[in-house]
């Protein structure tokens, strides 16, 4: 099919290629009929106006930038499919950013975004985000902000997360319930909220049902399996007594569940073990692992509709920031269950 | 730190406002010392020119699109990994567009890529891209396209894809050299050329070692673990006769071994299996998973280095298209180690 040109509507109409453009243009110079003759014109015949110049002139892109940390985890990723679901539904493209958990990274990512001028910027931040001015600017240019799960509660700005505190609560909780006794905590050398926040949940977990903490039980150190397999090592050396572990995320888990194996240590008959985030792999591996799931979906489409919902006022930024928080689900798979 | 703006470099010189906007912007009006000095002096306190404004001047964004079926799927989020390593060294932002497999998405994302005036677009095809006129307006426009994996041969635009014939023809002589004589081939019911040379390669691996071919033993569907398990019921209840399993991709592969082992048979002491893809999971899977590794981080690298050299000519598509083609690597793991 050939391209419709605005010459094309020039020679239907009889009149100039520069009326046409300035119609289109909505040019004061140009009569009422005359503009109407162009835009039936041109919607008859299916001409599409260039998008570079009709954003120029409504200030709109219809393009929404996501920034991520990591788009390899399934967390990540998954949140952005509910995000494409529900703005692909609404005339918006989704372009993304992995920031590669680098401040560096993210700040170039989000000054891309804002040189492309997008409608709006979704994100959830590095782990290094200490500083945030170039969240700031993006408050600045009056630019829809919203985070989802990694939030910086500091620049007040709409957000969806789950309840990490539960999460936390709840994965402790039922090791408790399956009679494990001594539970490792492996967490983040980070100070990211939603890390505190389990660690908060794991340890009133334990003062809730009277067993006593144990600094001794809780490890910090980068989400990787090799760490998993490192604090396993570290516990079995030392000789520190326990009968479960709770990690902080998925890959960790699996490095421990894989130390263990490799020590004929049973799981979970001699010690249970669960993760957190619902990684895809979890249900594949031997034995399958219990974990905690956070929604990833709904956070995404719940996160696009809020962005929906407050872009429609052009006050973006008075009202108090709405904040979403989602419930956290115990998945039980073959890891705990003795 | 407090942005540094024009008017601090008007202050310092001690000129006006619109005298050093104009010596920014290379007015003919400003003599060429005052420019010099407005140049010095906006180095010195370092004020960074608005990104828009200038890209706008050099006709340049420095940002790449990058256009992915999906992110999920460790592969090409590797591949992008590779991508951005070798772009942002040289300034360059990347932004991804997911296509999920879909013509319709993939054609928005072209479009919204092209409206942000990316410098280049580095994309890999869907399995339903059989009109191209999306690709073709990119040519049109004289921006570079490259291709990585999944390309459009007809469209004479550069690539970097690996030997997937020769992947084909390894993962399936790896079975007959480890005494697997009946080996079953599950393909896919997509057309893309990567499929069908895998498929040759079987083919001819079978014809090497003077074994019969037997349409009985190909398969062909949609890439999912749910595939892989129809499979196995399907030979296991026409009682067919087989030892092996080449599986065109790591989650048909994985979804096979789930299911073997569900009916009781072992892997890979009754049937041995083997994917392609090398995804992430396949190390960790029990038993885990030979497979063929595509090079992924490299093939980023290459494609990126490949924009870089070409797009330093300004008729990118010139001469006759480049095309690299890595070498598939053989991962020997569990499921076929008998």
Partial sequence: M????????????????????????????????????????????????????????????????????????????SVVHGIERVMHENGYSI?????????????????????SRVDGIIASVTAETFQYEHYTEIKKRNVPLLFFDRTLDE????????????GGFMATEHLIR???????????????????????????????????????LVFRGNISMEYGKTCVDALLEKQVQFDAIFALEDYMAMGAIH?????GITVPDQVGVIGFANEAFGAYITPT??????????????VANLFLKLSKNKKFYEAEPERVVLEPLLMIRQSTAR
């Fill in 2 to 77: 050939q391209k419709v040109t605005i010459h094309d509507i020039a020679r239907e109409l009889n009149i100039t290629f520069s009326t046409v453009a300035r119609a289109l243009n909505d040019h004061p110079a140009i009569s009422v009929t005359t503009k109407e003759a162009v835009r039936e014109t041109a919607k008859r015949l299916g001409y599409r106006q260039n998008k570079v110049a009709s954003s120029l002139r409504s200030g709109r892109t219809n393009i929404i930038g996501v920034v991520v940390p990591s788009l390899d985890v399934s967390f990540f990723s």
């Fill in 95 to 115: 372009l993304l950013y992995q920031s590669n958990e680098s401040l560096k990274q993210e700040t170039k990512g989000i000054a891309t975004f804002l040189a």
């Fill in 155 to 166: 620049l007040q700005v709409p957000s969806v997360t789950i309840n990490d505190y539960k």
């Fill in 178 to 216: 399956k009679g494990y006794k001594r539970i490792v905590h492996i967490s983040s050398e980070r100070n990211l909220p939603i890390f505190s926040e389990r660690l908060r949940g794991y340890t009133d977990a334990l003062a809730y049902y009277d067993l006593p903490f144990d600094e001794n």
């Fill in 259 to 263: 130390q263990l194996l490799a020590h």
């Fill in 289 to 302: 692992l219990s974990t905690i799931d956070q929604q990833t979906v709904k956070m995404g489409e719940e």
